[in-house]
């Protein structure tokens, strides 16, 4: 079957402005620091932002929550997926956490995707298990792997940049930074698209641009919940539209 048949989609639950940005900010220290740190072990090296290689960090308006990554979807199927989640999610409680914590995959000491997590995961790992049956109803495979609750800050792709940014990444784990609320009360469904950039990084391959995410559902939970305070609000019976 085409390609062209085939969408890249993942859910995930957006963070609000504030936090959004807060965690942007992090990240973007986190970065630099390493860019730093690279530059500082090159004996006359130009400092260059684009001399560090193998370093991308996530775009803040592309910053979430991922909940279930679902990879290529024939486009036949989304629609009934997205049907299939809006019904089971309709029966996961809202709740609110706080994004917090920094860490890696698949360790601090040697990473290759920089991630923050949430301070109580069991909302989204609630959801999260909501979301895997409603896709084995519709015959989409489940996920054998354990469920963390995280967002990307980060990719590295490099081993001598990602032994540059470990000491500073196991800083920012020692400070245990929290970002600000995460108010768990709908779920997002989101298209990937990977575009390429056709112009060269100057060594003669391709850019890698960012991808920019298309929202195909925002699929509210069960219940209504006022933000304000992490971990302590209450949500009304009342369903959300």
């Not at 609000?16 to 900010?25: K, S």
């Not at 995707?113 to 049956?133: I, Q």
């Not at 950039?197 to 391959?205: E, F, N």
């Amino acid at each position: 079957m085409s390609p062209a048949n085939f969408l890249r989609m993942f859910t995930a639950v957006e963070l609000p402005g504030p936090t959004r940005d807060a965690v942007a900010a992090l990240g973007q220290r986190i970065v630099e620091e390493c860019r730093t740190s690279v530059r500082e072990r090159r004996a006359g090296a130009p400092e260059r932002r684009a001399g560090v290689r193998g370093l991308r960090e996530v775009p803040p308006e592309n910053l979430h929550v991922t909940v279930r990554f679902l990879g290529d979807v024939e486009r036949s199927q989304v629609d009934p997926i997205v049907e299939a989640l809006r019904a089971a999610v309709s029966d996961v409680p809202a709740a609110v956490t706080e994004v917090a914590g920094v860490s890696a995959f698949p360790s601090r000491r040697h990473p290759r995707v920089v991630w923050r997590g949430v301070a109580d995961p069991a909302p989204l790992a609630e959801l999260e298990a909501a979301v895997g049956r409603a896709l084995r109803g519709v015959g989409f495979g489940s996920d054998e792997e354990p469920y963390t609750p995280h967002g990307t800050l980060a990719r590295v792709n490099d081993r001598s940049t990602a032994d540059a940014l470990a000491p500073h990444l196991a800083a920012a784990h020692r400070d245990a930074p929290r970002f600000g609320e995460l108010v768990v009360d709908h779920l997002t469904v989101f298209q990937s698209h990977l575009d390429r950039d056709t112009s060269s990084d100057g060594r003669g391959a391709p850019r890698r641009r960012a991808p920019h995410y298309q929202v195909r559902g925002r699929l509210p939970l069960g219940r209504s919940v006022r933000p304000g305070r992490a971990g302590g609000a209450r949500a009304s019976s009342k369903p959300q539209k």
